[in-house]
Nanobody, 127 residues
């Protein structure tokens, strides 16, 4: 049973940067794609950034492009999400997730394809 633990959230001001971290255990980390999602109050969970199990293949969607950077440290079983130029609309609970299948050739953007989730870390951006 994979377990994920996020950290790094907090209350920041508009324009600040944050680095979120997610450490995984219970599964061979580098065999799986990983992703970050976020959920704002009253909104559906949305994909933010992801990384194919093959390093170097990165995926971003919507407002993540240009301001979000995903990276992973396989020896530490950790994936990071660096967020620059934070905006109030980035306020949400951020979740990391692990793909349900190893060595998947096509990266998945749907939350339904991830079966291990962290507890979430709150990011609040004040204007």
């Amino acid at each position: 049973q994979a377990q994920l633990v996020e950290s790094g959230g907090g209350l920041v001001q508009s324009g600040d940067s944050l680095r979120l971290a997610c450490t995984a255990s219970g599964r061979t980390f580098n065999n799986y794609a990983m992703a970050w999602f976020r959920q704002a109050p009253g909104k559906e969970r949305e994909f933010v950034a992801g990384m194919h199990w093959r390093e170097g293949l990165l995926y971003y969607l919507g407002s993540g492009k240009g301001r979000f950077t995903i990276s992973r440290d396989n020896p530490k079983n950790t994936v990071y999400l660096q967020i620059h130029s934070l905006k109030p609309e980035d306020t949400a609970v951020y979740y990391c997730a692990l793909d349900r299948e190893p060595y998947r050739s096509i990266f998945q953007y749907s939350a339904a394809e991830y079966d291990a989730w962290g507890q979430g870390t709150q990011v609040t951006v004040s204007s």
